[in-house]
Structures are given as structure tokens and as C-alpha cells.
């Protein structure tokens, strides 16, 4: 019963619990919060009958709200009857009030149209008088824009294009936007843009026009730059050479005098032509006029497009840069033709650099630097080119002028010109190879002219002459009387003239390329060298070989050589008073001479060799032997007289050369005459010879043997150029003697007989004798015993050959 009880108990709360649930719903459906999909949920959550219940709910609800809107009707109703009651009471009250009012105010507008009529003409009058005001105040707004408007168009038409855009300017900003709601304001706007446009339009139709102009006057802004730049430096260095009481002290008197007479020309001229100029000095400005370049620049600023006309000034210039830096395809053959193209670029970098300074921002330091080194790598490559072309020192020298008048003008605009300089001792170069040949061709004319005789001097006066031309001393010969002979030829002095010539040609170029003494001085060493060792040794060397070229000339030649290679100290004394650079100084260049005229010498001393071996050889040529003759003719062959005579008139001639070539000359005839005599004997094509040509063979030996014991050169010790033929006399007293049982005995020993007998050579020559010997009576002594002088001679023919077996194996 109890459980029952608390089971009843539990269903009590639970509905009721249910019940709260149930109206705490309906609480929130009532206050229109949503969603409401948490509050249904609530009342669904896992109950059986849950909806029925809760529309049960809900309908008690809704009748319970029925009931409490009809009490409040209920309650209001009397209120509402009774304000319908008090309208209808006052509606015929209004009625009245209605009428009365519409009867009002028909009598007031009747009242008031004159009144009304008064003041409509009172308004119209006024309106009339403000308009008119307005029309007066408008007019003041629009006359001064008019007047701009005006004054805009005669600006425009006097070309004062600048003011116009100022005009312009103030027009939009200042006067315009006053009156803008008209609509001739709105046609001088949308003109405005338009005459911009033209005002840009003619201002750059005026820089084309000024471009084309300073293209065309390039070359002669650039000439007078040029002109003023060299008359300034002109001007400074004759000041400079005027103060310098010291200048040229040391150089030659003859050359000093010189130098003076032209310092004080160039001087006096220099003061004429500064006094021409001084009244009127023309530059840039007043040879081209640069105004539209400042309007055009000053109108594209004010109108905002300055970075625009910049870049198109500048692209425009580099166009006519290139075509400026464009050479001529015939600029190399004249000055003319460098001295125009120098002008154009100097012309057009003057321009640009007045452009720099007098305007803002139109070029730049660094555009100008760019384009500077762009036409400098340009510059550099044209003149590399073109003056390679260049064969004529002078043309060349007149190059090197223009580039530095032209490197000094653009250097005084503030443009780096050291490259320029490097290019000059391009240049430098490559002109002293063009004076290197043109000496070339003045040194062979000197040598084809000489006569190669000693220059003969009849009196006092003609010797002073030459010694003023070359330095020669020789007391001996001051003591000898007049009329005499100096030993070298005219070409001696003609080729000391020459080389200083070269070197005042060398001097010239190096003379404004801002050096220093000494680096002048070293140049005139190095060039000088390159004349002595490359051309003048060449011209000597060419001159030895010529075939006209006899052993009189080649005499002449050594004597030649060893004058000039003494003059080589008075050259470098020479140059050293052109520098007044001392010879002691360390980085001093020698001169090369001494080793130029000692190759010169040796090669005319080795052709003096040849040619004499060559003039033997024709003598042996013409030698005509019997070699199967029975007896000798008693005497020499005549061939051999005239050799040696000839040789005797040579050596002769060799007086005046230095002991020793004579002496090698003449030791060298005789061994190639000794050889050529011993050729002559073992000639393959001879096939038999006789006792009496070797007789007469040996009669020839003789007379070259006293020939060379007379001495023909001084010099020789003892019996030395007697040696020359050794091998010939003992060959021949083998022969003449017959002693071959001695020669075979003592074959080999230091201390034999005939040492320099070589046993083929003799067996050669008696293989030859022993086929003539039936014809020969050689062996005449010994007729009663022919065997026993053939089995003889068999048998030494044996043993020569065994020795040259024995000698071939050995080797």
C-alpha cells in the first residue's frame, strides 16, 4: 500500500513537473523569440502523448487570451460611442465656418488686385534691376577673360610662345573658372588643349630646325674652337720659350740659330693674331643662335612634358653623334679631310657643353661623360684605321697636329682626353715606320749616288765644308798638304745628315704630347736605334749583295761603316743637347750603331771573301792543262800569272782596311785557291795524268808559293800564308820525289815527311798516273827493269789502298 502510495505520489510530480514544462513553452512562443526549434524539442523529448497534450495546452491558453480581449472591448466601447456623438454635433459648425471663410477671401482678392498688380510691375522692375546688376557683374568676370583670351592670340601670332602658355596658364587657373558656365568659356576650354598642341608643334618644328642648323655649323664652331685653343697654347708656350733664358743653350749652333729665328716669327705672329682677335673672339653662342633650344625647353617644362623633350634632344643628339663620328671613306688621303672631321665632333661637343651650362636638366654631366667615352671609343677606332692608310711621314705629323689641338680644345671643355694621348704613341709608332721607309729610300738613293772613292778636298775652304757635315778628326791627315783625300766616300756625310735629319723629323712628333724630357729623349734613342738596326743596316745589308757591288766598293763600304760607327757618340751627344738630358743619366738609351755597322762590316768583309773565292774560281775556270803532256813547259801557266797579279792589285787596295780583314782576306784567297788547285787534280773526269803534267802542275805551286812568301799583306808571322798550300807541296814532293817507301814508314807519325798526304788522295792521283804510264816515260831510269817498276808500283797501289780499307773500317 505504502509503494502504491509513493507510485501515485511520483506520477503526481511528475505530471505536474510536465505541466511547468507545458507553460514555460507556451511563455516563450508568446514573446516571439526564435528559433523555436530548442523549445519544441523540449516538449517532444521521449514522452508518449506528448503533442496531444501540449494542443490541449495551448488551446486552454488561447481561450483564456479570448476572454481577456473581450473584457477590454468591453470596457472602451462607451468611450467610442460617445466621440462619434460629439463629431456629429460639430459638423454643422464647420459647415458655417467654411462658408464664412470662402466669403473672406473672395472680398480680399477683390480687394487686392491692384494691389497685386502694383506689385508685380514693383517685382518686374526690380527683377529687371537685378538682372541688369547681374549682367554688369558678369560682364566684369568675363571682360578680363576676354581680354587674356585677346592678348593670348596676339602672343600667338608675334610667336612669343612662351607667354602664351603663361597666358594659358592663367586663363585655366585664374580667370576661366569664374566664368565657366558660359558657353564661350567652355569653347576658349576646349581650345586651349588645341593651341598647346600647337604651340609644342612649332616649338619643336623650331628644334628640328636649330638641330639641322647646328649640324650644318658643327665643323665651324668646331675650326674656331679649334683656332682659339691652339692660339691660347701658342700664345702660352712662345711667353714660356721668351722667359726661358736657358731654352736650347746646348743645342746646335746651326740648329739653334734656327730654332731662335722661328721662336721669334712664331712669337711675333702670335701677338699679331691676339691682336686681331682681341676685338671680337666669336664662340658658340654667337655663331649659332640657341633660342628655340630654350623656348622649346621651357614650353615642354611648362607644360609637363620637360622629361619628354629631353629624351627626345638627347636621341636626337646621339643620331647626329653617330653621324658625325662617321668618316669619310677618303678621309685618310688629305688634312682637309681629318682637320673636317675633327671639327664636327669638336663643334658638337662645344654645343652640348654650352647646353650643360646654361640650361637645367636638358643634359647631364653624365650624358655627356656617356656620350663623350662612346665617341672616344669611335674616335680611337676610326684614326687606328685610317691612319694606317697613311704613307706619308708628313701626313701623318699633320695628324698627330690636328689630334692634339684637338685633344687641348675638348680637354679646356672639361672632356677626359688621355686615351687620346695613348693613340698618339700609336701613332708615334706607326709614323716612325713611315719615316723608317722613307729613309729606306733616301739611304739606297745616298748609296746608288756614292762613287765609293775617297772624298777629295782641294783647299782649306772644301774641307771645312765636309768636317761641318760630319765629324771627322784625323791629325795625320791635318798635317798632309793641300789638295788631299779624306778616306770615306760622299755617302759618309750624306747619311750623318740623314740620321739628324730623322731625328728632328723623330723630335717633331714627339713635341706637345706632354712628356717629359726624359721620356722625349728615350723616344729619340728608340727610334733612332729602329734607323740604325732595321733601315740603315738593312739598306747596308742590301747594298753588299747587289751583284755591281765589286771588292773596291766593298773596301769603300767597311771604311764607310767604321767613320759612321765612330760618329754614333757624336749623334748621342746630338740628341742629348736636343733633351738637355745628360748621358750619365741611369735610364739613358744607348745608341745601337757600333753593333749595326759591326754586322755591316762583317758581311762586307764575308762578301769581300766570296767575291774573291768567285774571281778565283774564274781564273781556275779558264785554266787549260795537258795533263798527257810528256815534259813541262818550263815556266808557270799563264792563267796563274794573272791570278796572282790580280790578287796582288787587290791586296793592294786593302791598305786602308784594319789589319786583320786584310790579312783574313788574303788567307782565305790562298786556301781557296790551294783547294781548288787540289780539286783540280782529283776532279773525278780526270781520268789519266802524265810526270810532266805534274811538273808543270807543280811549277804553278811554286809561283803561289812565292807569292805568299812576298808578303802581299803586312802582318803575317814567319811562313803562315805559305801554310795555305802545304797540303799541295808535300802531295807534289811525294809525287816528284817517288819516296814511297818513306811515306809508307812512316804513315801516321807526328814527325812524318808528309804528314798532311792523305793515302786516298794519293791513291787517287797514282791510279790516275799508273794508266797514263805506258804512255809516259815516267819510269825512263828504270828501262832495264819495266817489271820490276810495275810490280812496284802495283804494290804500292796495294798498300795505299789497304791504308784506306784500314781507315774506313776503323771509322
Same mark, same amino acid.
Given at each position: 500500500?505504502?509503494?502504491?502510495?509513493?507510485?501515485?505520489?511520483?506520477?503526481?510530480?511528475?505530471?505536474?513537473?510536465?505541466?511547468?514544462?507545458?507553460?514555460?513553452?507556451?511563455?516563450?512562443?508568446?514573446?516571439?523569440?526564435?528559433?523555436?526549434?530548442?523549445?519544441?524539442?523540449?516538449?517532444?523529448?521521449?514522452?508518449?502523448?506528448?503533442?496531444?497534450?501540449?494542443?490541449?495546452?495551448?488551446?486552454?491558453?488561447?481561450?483564456?487570451?479570448?476572454?481577456?480581449?473581450?473584457?477590454?472591448?468591453?470596457?472602451?466601447?462607451?468611450?467610442?460611442?460617445?466621440?462619434?456623438?460629439?463629431?456629429?454635433?460639430?459638423?454643422?459648425?464647420?459647415?458655417?465656418?467654411?462658408?464664412?471663410?470662402?466669403?473672406?477671401?473672395?472680398?480680399?482678392?477683390?480687394?487686392?488686385?491692384?494691389?497685386?498688380?502694383?506689385?508685380?510691375?514693383?517685382?518686374?522692375?526690380?527683377?529687371?534691376?537685378?538682372?541688369?546688376?547681374?549682367?554688369?557683374?558678369?560682364?566684369?568676370?568675363?571682360?578680363?577673360?576676354?581680354?587674356?583670351?585677346?592678348?593670348?592670340?596676339?602672343?600667338?601670332?608675334?610667336?612669343?610662345? $612662351? /607667354?602664351? !602658355?603663361?597666358?594659358? *596658364?592663367?586663363? #585655366? +587657373?585664374? &580667370?576661366?573658372?569664374?566664368?565657366?558656365?558660359?558657353?564661350?568659356?567652355?569653347?576658349?576650354?576646349?581650345?586651349?588643349?588645341?593651341?598647346?598642341?600647337?604651340?609644342?608643334?612649332?616649338?619643336?618644328?623650331?628644334?628640328?630646325?636649330?638641330?639641322?642648323?647646328?649640324?650644318?655649323?658643327?665643323?665651324?664652331?668646331?675650326?674656331?674652337?679649334?683656332?682659339?685653343?691652339?692660339?691660347?697654347?701658342?700664345?702660352?708656350?712662345?711667353?714660356?720659350?721668351?722667359?726661358?733664358?736657358?731654352?736650347?743653350?746646348?743645342?746646335?749652333?746651326?740648329?739653334?740659330?734656327?730654332?731662335?729665328?722661328?721662336?721669334?716669327?712664331?712669337?711675333?705672329?702670335?701677338?699679331?693674331?691676339?691682336?686681331?682677335?682681341?676685338?671680337?673672339?666669336?664662340?658658340?653662342?654667337?655663331?649659332?643662335?640657341?633660342?628655340?633650344?630654350?623656348?622649346?625647353?621651357?614650353? $615642354? /617644362?611648362? !607644360?609637363?612634358?620637360? *622629361?619628354?623633350? #629631353? +629624351?627626345? &634632344?638627347?636621341?636626337?643628339?646621339?643620331?647626329?653623334?653617330?653621324?658625325?663620328?662617321?668618316?669619310?671613306?677618303?678621309?685618310?688621303?688629305?688634312?682637309?679631310?681629318?682637320?673636317?672631321?675633327?671639327?664636327?665632333?669638336?663643334?658638337?661637343?662645344?654645343?652640348?657643353?654650352?647646353?650643360?651650362?646654361?640650361?637645367?636638366?636638358?643634359?647631364?654631366?653624365?650624358?655627356?661623360?656617356?656620350?663623350?667615352?662612346?665617341?672616344?671609343?669611335?674616335?680611337?677606332?676610326?684614326?687606328?684605321?685610317?691612319?694606317?692608310?697613311?704613307?706619308?711621314?708628313?701626313?701623318?705629323?699633320?695628324?698627330?697636329?690636328?689630334?692634339?689641338?684637338?685633344?687641348?680644345?675638348?680637354?679646356?671643355?672639361?672632356?677626359?682626353?688621355?686615351?687620346?694621348?695613348?693613340?698618339?704613341?700609336?701613332?708615334?709608332?706607326?709614323?716612325?715606320?713611315?719615316?723608317?721607309?722613307?729613309?729606306?729610300?733616301?739611304?739606297?738613293?745616298?748609296? #746608288?749616288?756614292?762613287?765609293?772613292?775617297?772624298?777629295?778636298?782641294?783647299?782649306?775652304?772644301?774641307?771645312?765644308?765636309?768636317?761641318?757635315?760630319?765629324?771627322?778628326?784625323?791629325?795625320?791627315?791635318?798635317?798632309?798638304?793641300?789638295?788631299?783625300?779624306?778616306?770615306?766616300?760622299?755617302?759618309?756625310?750624306?747619311?750623318?745628315?740623314?740620321?739628324?735629319?730623322?731625328?728632328?723629323?723623330?723630335?717633331?712628333?714627339?713635341?706637345?704630347?706632354?712628356?717629359?724630357?726624359?721620356?722625349?729623349?728615350?723616344?729619340?734613342?728608340?727610334?733612332?736605334?729602329?734607323?740604325?738596326?732595321?733601315?740603315?743596316?738593312?739598306?747596308?745589308?742590301?747594298?753588299?749583295?747587289?751583284?755591281?757591288?765589286?771588292?773596291?766598293?766593298?773596301?769603300?763600304?767597311?771604311?764607310?761603316?767604321?767613320?759612321?760607327?765612330?760618329?754614333?757618340?757624336?749623334?748621342?751627344?746630338?740628341?742629348?743637347?736636343?733633351?738637355?738630358?745628360?748621358?750619365?743619366?741611369?735610364?739613358?738609351?744607348?745608341?745601337?750603331?757600333?753593333?749595326?755597322?759591326?754586322?755591316?762590316?762583317?758581311?762586307?768583309?764575308?762578301?769581300?771573301?766570296?767575291?774573291?773565292?768567285?774571281?778565283?774560281?774564274?781564273?781556275?775556270?779558264?785554266?787549260?792543262?795537258?795533263?798527257?803532256?810528256?815534259?813541262?813547259?818550263?815556266?808557270?801557266?799563264?792563267?796563274?800569272?794573272?791570278?796572282?797579279?790580280?790578287?796582288?792589285?787587290?791586296?793592294?787596295?786593302?791598305?786602308?782596311?784594319?789589319?786583320?780583314?786584310?790579312?783574313?782576306?788574303?788567307?782565305?784567297?790562298?786556301?781557296?785557291?790551294?783547294?781548288?788547285?787540289?780539286?783540280?787534280?782529283?776532279?773525278?773526269?780526270?781520268?789519266?795524268?802524265?810526270?810532266?803534267?805534274?811538273?808543270?802542275?807543280?811549277?804553278?805551286?811554286?809561283?803561289?808559293?812565292?807569292?805568299?812568301?812576298?808578303?802581299?799583306?803586312?802582318?803575317?808571322?814567319?811562313?803562315?800564308?805559305?801554310?795555305?798550300?802545304?797540303?799541295?807541296?808535300?802531295?807534289?814532293?811525294?809525287?816528284?820525289?817517288?819516296?814511297?817507301?818513306?811515306?809508307?814508314?812512316?804513315?801516321?807519325?807526328?814527325?812524318?815527311?808528309?804528314?798532311?798526304?792523305?793515302?786516298?788522295?794519293?791513291?787517287?792521283?797514282?791510279?790516275?798516273?799508273?794508266?797514263?804510264?805506258?804512255?809516259?816515260?815516267?819510269?825512263?831510269?828504270?828501262?832495264?827493269?819495266?817489271?820490276?817498276?810495275?810490280?812496284?808500283?802495283?804494290?804500292?797501289?796495294?798498300?795505299?789502298?789497304?791504308?784506306?780499307?784500314?781507315?774506313?773500317?776503323?771509322?
Amino acid at each position: 500500500m505504502a509503494t502504491k502510495s509513493r507510485s501515485n505520489l511520483s506520477e503526481l510530480y511528475l505530471e505536474e513537473n510536465k505541466d511547468q514544462i507545458y507553460d514555460n513553452a507556451l511563455a516563450e512562443i508568446q514573446s516571439f523569440e526564435l528559433p523555436l526549434g530548442t523549445t519544441l524539442r523540449s516538449v517532444y523529448d521521449d514522452q508518449p502523448n506528448a503533442h496531444q497534450r501540449f494542443m490541449e495546452k495551448l488551446d486552454a491558453c488561447i481561450r483564456n487570451h479570448d476572454r481577456e480581449i473581450e473584457k477590454m472591448c468591453n470596457f472602451h466601447h462607451q468611450g467610442f460611442v460617445d466621440a462619434i456623438t460629439e463629431l456629429l454635433k460639430v459638423r454643422a459648425d464647420a459647415e458655417k465656418l467654411k462658408v464664412q471663410v470662402t466669403d473672406t477671401n473672395r472680398r480680399l482678392q477683390d480687394a487686392g488686385k491692384e494691389v497685386i498688380a502694383q506689385t508685380e510691375e514693383i517685382i518686374r522692375c526690380r527683377v529687371q534691376q537685378r538682372n541688369i546688376t547681374t549682367v554688369v557683374e558678369k560682364l566684369q568676370l568675363c571682360l578680363p577673360v576676354l581680354e587674356m583670351y585677346s592678348k593670348l592670340k596676339e602672343q600667338m601670332n608675334v610667336k612669343r610662345y $612662351y /607667354s602664351a !602658355l603663361k597666358t594659358m *596658364e592663367q586663363l #585655366e +587657373n585664374l &580667370y576661366l573658372p569664374r566664368v565657366s558656365q558660359y558657353r564661350f568659356c567652355q569653347i576658349m576650354i576646349e581650345n586651349l588643349p588645341k593651341l598647346r598642341e600647337e604651340i609644342k608643334e612649332i616649338s619643336m618644328s623650331d628644334l628640328k630646325d636649330f638641330l639641322e642648323s647646328i649640324r650644318k655649323h658643327s665643323d665651324r664652331i668646331g675650326e674656331t674652337a679649334m683656332k682659339q685653343a691652339q692660339q691660347q697654347k701658342t700664345f702660352n708656350t712662345s711667353l714660356q720659350k721668351q722667359n726661358n733664358v736657358n731654352y736650347g743653350r746646348n743645342m746646335h749652333l746651326g740648329r739653334s740659330r734656327i730654332l731662335e729665328s722661328k721662336n721669334e716669327i712664331t712669337l711675333k705672329r702670335t701677338f699679331e693674331e691676339d691682336d686681331e682677335h682681341e676685338e671680337e673672339v666669336l664662340t658658340a653662342q654667337d655663331l649659332v643662335d640657341f633660342s628655340p633650344v630654350y623656348r622649346c625647353l621651357h614650353i $615642354y /617644362s611648362v !607644360l609637363g612634358d620637360g *622629361e619628354i623633350f #629631353e +629624351n627626345y &634632344y638627347r636621341k636626337q643628339r646621339r643620331k647626329q653623334a653617330r653621324l658625325v663620328l662617321q668618316p669619310q671613306s677618303s678621309m685618310h688621303e688629305t688634312v682637309e679631310g681629318y682637320r673636317r672631321y675633327f671639327s664636327q665632333i669638336v663643334g658638337f661637343f662645344v654645343v652640348e657643353d654650352h647646353i650643360l651650362h646654361v640650361t637645367q636638366g636638358l643634359v647631364t654631366r653624365t650624358y655627356t661623360d656617356e656620350l663623350w667615352n662612346m665617341a672616344l671609343s669611335k674616335i680611337i677606332a676610326v684614326l687606328r684605321t685610317h691612319s694606317s692608310y697613311c704613307s706619308d711621314p708628313d701626313l701623318v705629323l699633320e695628324l698627330k697636329n690636328l689630334i692634339v689641338v684637338f685633344a687641348d680644345t675638348l680637354q679646356g671643355y672639361g672632356f677626359p682626353v688621355n686615351r687620346l694621348f695613348d693613340l698618339l704613341f700609336e701613332i708615334r709608332d706607326q709614323y716612325n715606320e713611315t719615316l723608317l721607309k722613307k729613309w729606306s729610300v733616301l739611304f739606297r738613293d745616298i748609296f #746608288e749616288a756614292d762613287n765609293y772613292s775617297p772624298i777629295p778636298v782641294a783647299n782649306e775652304e772644301e774641307y771645312k765644308i765636309v768636317i761641318s757635315k760630319f765629324p771627322f778628326q784625323d791629325p795625320e791627315l791635318d798635317k798632309q798638304s793641300f789638295p788631299k783625300k779624306l778616306p770615306m766616300s760622299q755617302s759618309v756625310p750624306q747619311i750623318y745628315i740623314q740620321v739628324k735629319e730623322f731625328i728632328y723629323a723623330s723630335l717633331k712628333f714627339s713635341e706637345s704630347l706632354h712628356r717629359s724630357s726624359t721620356e722625349i729623349d728615350d723616344m729619340l734613342r728608340k727610334s733612332t736605334n729602329l734607323l740604325l738596326t732595321r733601315t740603315l743596316s738593312s739598306c747596308l745589308q742590301n747594298l753588299i749583295k747587289k751583284p755591281h757591288i765589286g771588292l773596291t766598293e766593298l773596301v769603300q763600304i767597311i771604311i764607310n761603316t767604321t767613320h759612321l760607327e765612330q760618329a754614333c757618340k757624336y749623334l748621342e751627344d746630338f740628341i742629348s743637347n736636343i733633351t738637355n738630358i745628360s748621358q750619365v743619366t741611369v735610364h739613358t738609351a744607348r745608341l745601337y750603331g757600333l753593333s749595326t755597322f759591326k754586322d755591316a762590316r762583317h758581311a762586307a768583309e764575308g762578301e769581300i771573301y766570296t767575291k774573291l773565292n768567285q774571281k778565283i774560281d774564274e781564273f781556275i775556270q779558264i785554266a787549260d792543262y795537258d795533263w798527257t803532256m810528256s815534259e813541262s813547259d818550263g815556266r808557270a801557266s799563264g792563267y796563274l800569272m794573272d791570278l796572282i797579279n790580280f790578287l796582288r792589285s787587290t791586296f793592294q787596295v786593302f791598305t786602308h782596311l784594319p789589319g786583320k780583314v786584310a790579312q783574313t782576306a788574303c788567307m782565305s784567297a790562298c786556301q781557296h785557291l790551294s783547294t781548288s788547285l787540289m780539286q783540280m787534280l782529283l776532279d773525278n773526269e780526270l781520268k789519266q795524268i802524265s810526270m810532266g803534267a805534274i811538273q808543270q802542275f807543280n811549277l804553278d805551286v811554286i809561283q803561289c808559293e812565292l807569292f805568299a812568301s812576298s808578303e802581299p799583306v803586312p802582318g803575317f808571322q814567319g811562313d803562315t800564308l805559305q801554310l795555305a798550300f802545304i797540303d799541295l807541296r808535300q802531295l807534289l814532293d811525294l809525287f816528284m820525289v817517288w819516296d814511297w817507301s818513306t811515306y809508307l814508314a812512316d804513315y801516321g807519325q807526328a814527325t812524318s815527311k808528309y804528314l798532311r798526304v792523305n793515302p786516298s788522295t794519293a791513291l787517287a792521283l797514282l791510279e790516275k798516273m799508273k794508266d797514263s804510264s805506258k804512255k809516259n816515260n815516267i819510269f825512263a831510269q828504270f828501262r832495264k827493269n819495266d817489271r820490276d817498276k810495275q810490280k812496284l808500283i802495283e804494290t804500292v797501289v796495294k798498300q795505299l789502298r789497304s791504308l784506306v780499307n784500314g781507315m774506313s773500317q776503323h771509322t
